[in-house]
């Protein structure tokens, strides 16, 4: 999948073998939709509200900042939330059984989404296949929950949701527009028409849209959490900068505005580092996204320095949201 990505931006004559491949995707995905809508499949609904975050692009957007933001804003309100999600595990499988996620965790076991956000300690965080056993289940653990999160999870039906949030890159939007593998798309375009709200990361919005942008300043060292220094302290530094996330350009792009001068280095979304990866020999700091962290912990170095960054979004989404989950 990967070497077809360079050709999810554009049109190329490749696409003369792709685009009938897409179609079938296309037919295929709104058929599974419009079963789960008419009640052939089975859906599963919660005892709780459920707010879906997702996207309809393969690839990061910013869901799980987002996730964060609004658990945190949910929190603020006196809501008790629980967040669920696929979860990764080693050569891309995924997690068949329902378990929570703790900060002792490896990224191995659990991913590296999923482990970032328990890392964060706002809520408890379960994973699973099937995401309404996990949801399930963690009610179970925490019946103090009284929200589910369901972090990824636009095209997972088989759980019923009471509001819908789609977020969008703000500088990659839709690609060519085709759905997978001609494009990077699960889903047309037209299906954002039906979400209770879009959220556009770093980027320009359109109509009702909501802006999002990621605020970070800070840096802590990946071995010693405690040691925190703003991005004037690596004046004159030979930098280098990770980033394996959907869009690593978004990563080097904020360090830049920050006034760093880094030499980048891009890894797939997801990628399993090894301690390899940062072995360069010049740096005097070694810069890295929270999801690089959390897979760097265990070979990490004095060298190895961690930007936090925080989701930025208008309250009207918060009101937004709600009013969809209060009864």
């Keep these: 999948m990967e070497r077809l990505q360079h050709h999810w931006y554009r049109v190329s004559p490749l696409h003369l073998l792709l685009f009938p491949v897409s179609l079938v995707f296309r037919a295929l995905a709104a058929a599974r939709r419009l079963l789960y809508r008419s009640g052939i499949l089975a859906s599963v609904k919660l005892p709780v509200p459920v707010v879906v975050v997702g996207n309809i692009s393969v690839g990061g957007t910013g869901k799980t900042p987002l996730t964060l933001w609004l658990a945190q804003q949910l929190l603020d309100n006196g809501w008790h939330p629980g967040i669920v999600s696929r979860g990764y595990i080693k ?14 965790d490896a990224a191995d076991t659990v991913g590296d989404e999923p482990l970032l956000m328990a890392q964060r300690a706002l809520c408890p965080v379960w994973i699973g296949r099937d995401r309404p056993a996990a949801a399930l289940a963690l009610l179970q653990t ?65 109509g009702d849209e909501f802006a999002m942008r990621l605020e970070g300043m800070r840096f802590h060292n990946l071995l010693n959490p405690g040691s925190v220094v703003t991005a004037g302290e690596f004046a004159g530094q030979r930098l280098h900068a990770i980033a394996g996330i959907g869009h690593p350009r978004r990563f080097f792009s904020h360090l830049e505005h920050l006034g760093l001068a880094v030499q980048q280095h891009a890894f797939p979304d997801h990628h399993r580092y090894a301690a390899s990866d940062i072995a360069f020999e010049d740096a005097d700091a070694i810069l890295m996204t929270e999801k690089d962290a959390v897979k ?32």
């Excluded at 070979?299 to 209060?326: G, M």
């Design 296 to 327: 760097c912990a265990s070979f990490a170095t004095e060298k190895c320095w961690v930007l936090r960054v925080d989701a930025l979004v208008s309250p009207v989404l918060t009101q937004l949201i709600l009013k969809k989950v209060t009864p």
């Design 91 to 104: 050569d891309g499988a995924r997690s068949n059984v329902p378990r929570e996620v703790t900060a002792a």
């Design 142 to 206: 925490h019946p103090e929950c009284d929200i589910i999160l369901s972090d990824d999870g636009l095209q997972h039906y088989r759980l019923q949701r009471d509001a819908e949030i789609a977020v969008v890159d703000g500088a990659r939007r839709f690609g060519n527009r085709m759905l997978l593998p001609a494009g990077p798309l699960r889903e047309p375009v037209s299906r954002l028409k039906t979400v209770d709200a879009v959220v556009v990361n770093s980027g320009e919005t359109r």
